[in-house]
């Protein structure tokens, strides 16, 4: 073996704080296996001066490869309301307690009206109209000769909600009896009607109110300039994701909602190269890019207020999932898409 080859050598196993890189010593060793596979005489290589050790080989052409981490808050508010039944569901469920009704025996009126009271009254009033204990069920009886007829009927709107309400409310009305310059007037008190399911903010398109959708998950997405719309982030800073998290929240919505991160742990990430990666040449470091972890959150009471927030952010919506899929950009969906709630 020549002077030359314990160069190579040396160069390849030589242990230093700044080693030689792989990808140098590939071609170090392919530069051997070709001298020596070569018949072509070379000319022999001085041996350096006495008292002079050779240099090992730094690693200023090679870079370590580094991302910069962001923590990102998906913050939601869940469901309100149950959602709507299909169909189907509506049927079953009518039939269901049409069925109750001619299996269950049911208790005496006189078990919970005495004999002539005016609630007993009430009860003979109403009972001839509906023909059953069951107030939202039609005017079905389960002990009759159709008694055996508990399906809805094709075209027949009695397992719709709103038709159940509104019988619900007729039933829950009253009959007042009072004197009047004619004799006596008998008047029904009126029943307040519930909220309905489609709220102002529905009908308004108020995307800003969290007093919309109420039968889905609402994200929060922020404008970051340009028209790009994004879930609240930012670099963390020598912190958990956790408390970067609880940071983010209180940055970009302020300090008046009241929230709930869930979890130390993302449940999801998103790794963005750039374009041109970025690096520096003093501390050898070459940064590929940002590696995005999402955390979870909840919001239970209050609203978002995104003046004078340090991050930038300039507005904010509340929006359901395919609402998120048209407002965020596409390799940002791809990201959260199936970690983000159906409802």
């Not at 299909?86 to 069925?99: G, H």
């Not at 509906?130 to 009759?144: F, H, V």
């Amino acid at each position: 073996m020549t002077w030359g080859h314990e160069i190579v050598k040396q160069l390849a196993w030589q242990s230093k704080p700044f080693p030689i890189c792989r990808s140098c010593l590939s071609a170090l060793q392919s530069r051997h296996s070709s001298a020596a596979a070569s018949p072509v005489e070379t000319a022999p290589i001085e041996p350096p001066p006495s008292g002079q050790t050779l240099s090992p080989l730094t690693a200023s052409q090679s870079h370590t490869i580094a991302y910069k981490l962001r923590a990102s808050v998906i913050l939601s508010r869940p469901p309100l309301l149950t959602r709507t039944l299909t169909p189907f569901e509506k049927a079953y469920f009518l039939y269901q307690r049409r069925l109750n009704e001619r299996l269950a025996l049911p208790f005496t009126r006189y078990f919970y009206y005495s004999k002539g009271t005016p609630g007993d009254i009430e009860w003979k009033r109403k009972i001839k109209e509906r023909k059953s204990p069951a107030r939202d069920i039609g005017a079905y009886s389960g002990y009759g000769d159709e008694a055996w007829n508990d399906e809805l009927m094709v075209g027949s709107n009695i397992s719709e909600p709103e038709e159940q309400i509104e019988a619900l409310r007729k039933d829950a009305e009253v009959e007042v009896k009072e004197m009047g310059g004619e004799g006596e007037v008998v008047r029904k008190e009126e029943v307040e009607r519930p909220m309905p399911r489609i709220t102002e903010a529905d009908q308004t398109g108020d995307l800003q109110s969290l007093n919309r959708r109420l039968e889905r998950t609402l994200f929060l997405v922020v404008n970051r300039g340009k028209g790009e719309w994004v879930f609240p982030n930012s670099f963390l800073e020598s912190e958990s994701l956790h408390t970067a998290a609880e940071r983010i929240i209180v940055q970009t919505g302020g300090v008046n909602m009241n929230t709930w991160v869930v979890g130390n742990m993302p449940i999801g990430h998103q790794v963005y190269n750039y374009a041109q990666p970025s690096r520096d040449k003093v501390k050898c470091i070459e940064t590929r890019g940002e590696k995005i972890f999402f955390m979870k959150a909840r919001i239970m009471a209050g609203q978002a207020n995104l003046k004078g927030n340090p991050l930038g952010f300039g507005d904010f919506r509340w929006l359901a999932k395919e609402e998120v899929k048209d407002a965020l950009r596409s390799r940002d969906w791809n990201a959260v898409k199936n970690i983000l709630p159906e409802r």
